[in-house]
């Protein structure tokens, strides 16, 4: 799907310019804790003129025909562009955790890693996590890995999104 920087995107927001719009694909989970799983997932990155990104996440459990079995994942936030590349992220989870990252773009490549990871008494233990996000022919591909549970950081996630819309009007 082509792609536009919109006229009305705050400048800071630029370099981050490739990822707005509505993203769909499928990606893989697996830990030591949990059974390796495949599941589909949308991303919309969009702005309103402000200079920062917003930013949701849901994903599903799919079998091994696509379809969609359950809800997984949620997430959401603002992705905050600094001076010299530099990337300030907050996230919030349904789950009682709320995460602000720290990370660099590059072009196309976004690597980030967790600077604070607060949880509610009733969040499963999680401690630190480091992310990855680069496109590559067209497709937006993205890693997370995660500590938890006693375990020390290690890959936990990653997919593969297909750009299904551009980024909406503000």
Known sequence: MPFQIPSDLHPDCVPLAFLLGRWEGRGRGEYPTIEPYEFGQEVIFSHNGNPFLYYTSRSWLIDEEGTAVRPLAMETGFWRPQPEGKLEVVLV??????????????????????????????????????????????????????????????????????????????
């Open 93 to 170: 989870h349904p789950t009682g955790v709320a995460e602000v990252w720290y990370g660099r773009v590059n072009q196309t490549k976004i690597e980030m890693a967790t600077d604070i990871v607060a949880r509610t008494p009733t969040a499963k233990d999680y401690s630190a996590g480091q992310r990855l996000y680069g496109l590559v022919e067209g497709a937006l591909l993205w890693t997370f890995d995660m500590a938890a549970e006693g375990h020390e950081l290690q890959p936990h996630l990653w997919g593969r999104l297909e750009r299904a819309e551009p980024a909406p009007a503000s």
